[in-house]
């Protein structure tokens, strides 16, 4: 057995025996740890939880200033993104004046979500939007925004508030990749929302692929990529069903082989292993 670092009998790992690695978007938001009141990047586990228990390795990407070399520098580590919930896109971005429900813009947040998502869709990188993330795709390619859907429906289904989640069934169009994803489901009933905001005008390129019964959006898909998917809803807080993030790691795994251009180092111990 090749010898390792870690110890004698220890197994060197090839690249196709690790797992994909797997950007995910954090919050930039003033938090609480033990003496501690700052400004920091979040992110709750259960979005990296689900990364890892789907076969991928998670890191965390934290706002910060960005351009397009910046963010390919830093698509270059990854084999596929996941752009998370969090707070509302800014307005501005789809041309409108800020609703009185709407939160307080995070520019920082959305100029660095922007650039990854533009920089990931030139170069195909797999990609999953999760609720501000399906928004901000949508936001990013030209598309707008309902507000506050209250407004809308005339309650507070998709919002219930003090971080409790709602439950909706959703329709999944037939033909899509996220059918497939679901191995051909086209009802998905109780699926968990939190969001106030939703798609409106749907950009160009996007395809919307589930929708509730009341027609509000609930995924859009890229269709000129392998894979560029972003749902409205929150499947990270359905641990027991991966099929989203285990499709992602998937294509993740297929882009990693299938992407000449990147150099990875060499496994670890595979020096120690042909010396």
Partial sequence: ??????????????????GPVIGLTTYLEQAQTGVWDVPAAILPRVYFDAITNAGGIAVLLP?????????NRVLDGLDALVVTGGKDVDPARYGQARHPHTDEPRPDRDAWENILLHEAIA???????????????????G?????????????TTYQAGNGVFNVVDVAVETDSTLSALLGGQT?????????HQSIDRVAAGLRVT????????????????PFGVAVQWHPEQSPGDLRLFTGLVSAARDYRVADPHRTRPAPHGAAEATA
Avoid: K, W
């Fill in 210 to 225: 589930a929708r509730t019964d009341a027609g509000i959006v609930q995924a859009v898909e890229l269709t000129a990529v």
């Fill in 143 to 155: 598309g707008s925004l309902h507000q506050h859907l209250p407004d809308l429906v005339g309650d």
């Fill in 1 to 18: 057995m090749p010898s390792s670092p870690t110890g004698s009998g220890c197994a060197v790992l090839s690249d196709s025996d690790i």
């Fill in 123 to 141: 170069r195909e990188l797999p990609f999953l939007g999760i609720c501000r993330g399906a928004q901000m795709l949508n936001v990013a390619l």
């Fill in 63 to 71: 706002p910060q200033p960005v351009n397009a070399a910046i963010a």
């Fill in 187 to 195: 009802l998905l009933p109780a699926v968990p929302v939190y969001h």
